[in-house]
């Protein structure tokens, strides 16, 4: 069984970035700039915003951080996310989800400039990376595809099954195993809270990814032998025994799953921090997009 260490991977891409950078300040060219809009104070939204804020710092990309009170209106947010698209300063923004129920979040995604949608979100954006066009990847999936790429896992041929439908990671994930490329290739199957058989399924499966939410659904019973197991899942079980009276829980049941994986992502420290460093790809890719526009 092979790591999919993400803590690492993470930390060469911002290495390789930070590289970038550098380079564009002994070329007197602006550096990127992401900000990130955050409505509220949800503890879990502030620890992700803060996190996302000091690798900008680390790297030396400029960072924003936009902080809104949980009562704001849902014009008072569409009218700062227009003023966001018109600050020709920022190359790239995020709306950290999820939003207080007075706020519409299609209508809040949709507001959002496609050309800045660092998070990959929009339907334009979306309908891009569907038709395999050049596009900004939500961060989430873009970054389980550089830790399969990285870690050379064979993808063509292969039966990928997909648990969760969400727009974030089940639904992107499922389009990009099954595009023509590296990683990709594979046949896919989707499933979800209503797939009939979904045990019998899991089990045929080469790859699976887990974007449910639900703690220790993926049992060791489930998966074949040499399985690669990606587990997106990321939820705090109360557990009295840690300082913060919590644990944070992926999908699998990682200790007997482990055992009999070619290939796992753990979690804390697998898909999570990837996703940080994808963003911050996707804002580079947005700096080098509206320099190339302005020549």
């Given amino acids: 069984m092979e790591l999919l260490d993400g803590k690492k991977v993470s930390n060469e891409i911002k290495d390789e970035i930070a590289a970038e950078v550098a380079k564009m300040k002994e070329r007197g060219e602006k550096v990127p700039h992401l900000a990130a809009v955050l409505v509220g104070n949800d503890g879990a939204s502030l620890t992700y ?75 334009t954006n979306f309908g891009k990376m569907a038709l395999d066009m050049s596009t900004f990847i939500p961060a989430t999936p873009f970054g389980i595809l550089e830790l399969l790429e990285r870690y050379k ?7 990928t099954v ?12 499922s389009i990009l195993m099954g595009r023509k490329g590296w990683p990709g290739n594979s046949t896919v199957t989707l499933t979800h809270s209503r797939t009939k058989n979904i045990t019998q399924i899991i089990s045929q499966a080469d790859i699976v990814i887990s974007a449910l939410g639900v703690p220790n659904f993926l049992k060791a019973e489930m998966v074949k032998d040499d399985a690669v197991v990606i587990d997106v899942g990321i939820t705090r079980v109360p557990d009295e025994s840690k300082p913060r009276g919590y644990r944070i829980t992926g999908d699998v049941d990682f200790e007997n799953v482990s055992k009999k994986a070619s290939f796992i992502t753990p ?10 460093a994808m963003l911050l790809k996707n804002t580079l890719l947005a700096r080098e997009r509206h320099r190339a526009s302005k020549a």
């Fill in 153 to 159: 896992v064979d993808t063509q041929g292969k039966h």
């Fill in 162 to 173: 997909v648990i969760g439908r969400s727009h974030i990671v089940g639904r992107p994930m």
């Fill in 49 to 123: 915003v803060g996190s996302k804020v000091r690798s900008c710092e680390r790297i030396g990309f400029e960072s924003t951080l936009v902080q809104l009170p949980s009562t704001t209106s849902e014009i008072e947010l569409l009218n700062k996310i227009e003023e966001l698209n018109q600050n020709e300063d920022i190359d790239g923004f995020i709306i950290q989800l999820p939003l207080p129920p007075q706020i519409n979040e299609q209508k809040v995604l949709l507001a959002v400039d496609p050309d800045k949608d660092v998070d990959g979100f929009h339907p």
């Fill in 267 to 276: 979690v804390p420290g697998g898909v999570g921090p990837m996703t940080i």
